[in-house]
């Protein structure tokens, strides 16, 4: 068992004001596996306090971006030499399965890092305009303190997509880590500190939504910046707006993989149900309405059912599973609860539906929905397990017109055999990004949604930006 009794604050690990602590429990073996202080607000104060001093007292943010690039690329460096460990850390934590920690919850977090790197060597961040009586020196500088809050699904890579857009900028970071998953920001920030990051740019306080809430309406910071449910995003934005500080949401999704008639369903299929269940399902992008021609509708449900049933559940650990056990009991009950609500709406199950029979753990069966209507629950809410709904359309228009009928818009993918066109139903569905036959997430490229799927984008140069205010200097117009 990991226990950490202490917190990251000001670059030392300092003893927390609380007596609380925060139990990690492992989903599979449902056993106490690490403990952490639970963070109070008087911790907060302290680390707010910390990034204020790192931000106004040190040369962090004004030394050339290019060398906080240096931080993010030794970074990388080292979190690649530990990527086992951490992939075997963060499944333990939350029952991500191996395979796909490696790439999604390790790999994919160095990505982000190198590509931020990138830019942070190259970007502009003064630039020269005409003005009416001179030139303008359009400047763009960091925020500030920065609070940063993020969910349990992808916590490592959660933590790099805020923080290294916000250290390329300049900012220093106050990080609220998610209840379930407290552990491998630990071992981030002692990676960080090897590659060089100064104390106090970065400062972590483990704990629930209460101190959460209480972060983003500290009085030293100056941005914020969340990932988690669009419920508690709207909570956030409300007291950000109250505030007038600028904010970053990244929320829910309900995403459509549009099969177009004529595609080659045994290429495309197998692809579908590995983004629509990666993470066990757990995943904001995850592909979860399956929109099938009316005439391909049976193939296309058969074809789903068969890939889900044979899928194998069991131990995160095991390299061969590929659906490990959903965060937390609750969330097993609540995808159970939605699946209940599918069945009395009128959905027609065709494979699993109930509780995966393991010795132990949080499981739910991978489960297929046939005959749903986009206007059920099951097609409406966020289920975050693995459940698949199938849903047929009469015309790509209808196609069109139930993938923006939705509450959320954050991903998308379009499948067919004829890519250009594939991409003009992509250009016609209202999320934030899509995919043409395949579906990834670009690091180079804005992330994130349309409607209650957030507000703001997050990776490429959009995501540096939301960690920069602009101004604008009207130069001497004598000094020629
Ligand atoms: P959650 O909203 O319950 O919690 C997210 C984080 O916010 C946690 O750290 C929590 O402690 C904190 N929090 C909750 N209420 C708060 C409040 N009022 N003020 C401040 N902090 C508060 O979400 P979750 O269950 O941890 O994560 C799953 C959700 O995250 C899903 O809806 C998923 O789609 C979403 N998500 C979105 C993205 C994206 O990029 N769009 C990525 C990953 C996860």
């Not at 007038?244 to 495309?268: F, H, M, Q, W």
């Not at 009316?294 to 131990?315: C, F, I, P, R």
């Not at 010795?359 to 059920?376: C, Q």
Request: charge should be negative; glycine fraction near 12%; proline fraction near 6%.
């Amino acid at each position: 068992m990991i226990v950490q009794d202490r917190l990251y604050i000001g670059g030392e690990l300092v003893a927390p004001t609380g007596t609380g602590t925060i139990d990690v429990i492992n989903p599979y073996t449902e056993e106490i596996t690490g403990r952490v202080p639970d963070g109070t607000n008087a911790d907060v104060d302290a680390a707010v306090a910390a990034a204020r001093r790192a931000f106004d007292t040190t040369d962090w943010s004004t030394r050339p971006a290019s060398e906080r690039a240096e931080v993010l690329t030794k970074a990388s460096a080292i979190i690649s030499s530990r990527m086992e460990e951490l992939a075997a850390l963060i499944s333990t934590e939350m029952g991500s399965p191996l395979g796909w920690s490696i790439f999604g919850q390790v790999l994919a977090p160095t990505m982000v890092l190198d590509y931020y790197a990138g830019l942070g060597a190259t970007y502009e961040f003064e630039e020269t305009r005409p003005g009416l009586f001179g030139p303008v020196l359009v400047r763009r500088e960091p925020m500030g303190v920065a609070a940063a809050i993020v969910p349990w699904n992808v916590p490592m890579f959660e933590n790099v997509i805020k923080l290294a857009p916000a250290f390329i900028a300049g900012c220093t970071v106050v990080l609220k880590t998610a209840p379930e998953t407290p552990l491998d920001a630990y071992v981030l920030h002692e990676i960080l500190t090897e590659a060089g990051l100064p104390p106090g740019v970065l400062n972590i306080i483990p704990g629930g939504r209460e101190v959460g809430a209480y972060l983003v309406s500290h009085p030293d910071v100056d941005k914020v910046t969340f990932t988690g449910s669009s419920a508690a995003g709207m909570k956030v934005a409300a007291a950000a707006g109250s505030l007038l500080r600028p904010c970053t949401l990244e929320l829910g999704g309900k995403s459509a993989a549009i099969i177009l008639d004529g595609a080659d369903l045994n290429a495309v299929i197998p692809q579908i149900i590995d983004a629509g269940v990666m993470n066990n399902g757990q995943a904001c992008v995850a592909q979860t309405r399956i929109l099938a021609p009316q005439g391909q509708y049976e193939n296309v449900l058969e074809a789903v059912t068969e890939a889900m049933s044979k899928l194998v559940v069991g131990d995160p650990l095991d390299p061969a599973t590929q659906i490990g056990p959903l965060v937390a009991a609750r969330q097993r009950d609540r995808v159970l609860g939605l699946i209940d609500q599918g069945k009395n709406e009128g959905a027609r199950i065709t494979t699993g539906g109930g509780r995966s029979e393991q010795p132990t753990g949080w499981f739910v069966e991978p489960t297929v929905f046939g005959d749903v209507e986009n206007s059920m629950t099951i097609a409406q809410e966020e289920i975050f397990g693995p459940v698949l709904s199938v849903i047929p359309y009469s015309d790509e228009a209808s196609a069109i017109a139930i993938a923006n009928d939705s509450l959320y818009g954050l991903c998308g993918t379009v499948w067919g055999a004829d890519a250009a066109h594939a991409t003009d139903v992509a250009r016609q569905v209202k999320t934030g990004t899509i995919g043409v036959n395949h579906f990834s997430m670009a690091f180079g490229a804005p992330f994130g949604g349309y409607k209650q799927s957030g507000l703001g984008r997050e990776l490429g140069p959009e995501g540096l930006e939301a960690y920069l205010e602009l101004k604008s200097i009207s130069l001497d117009p004598a000094a020629g």
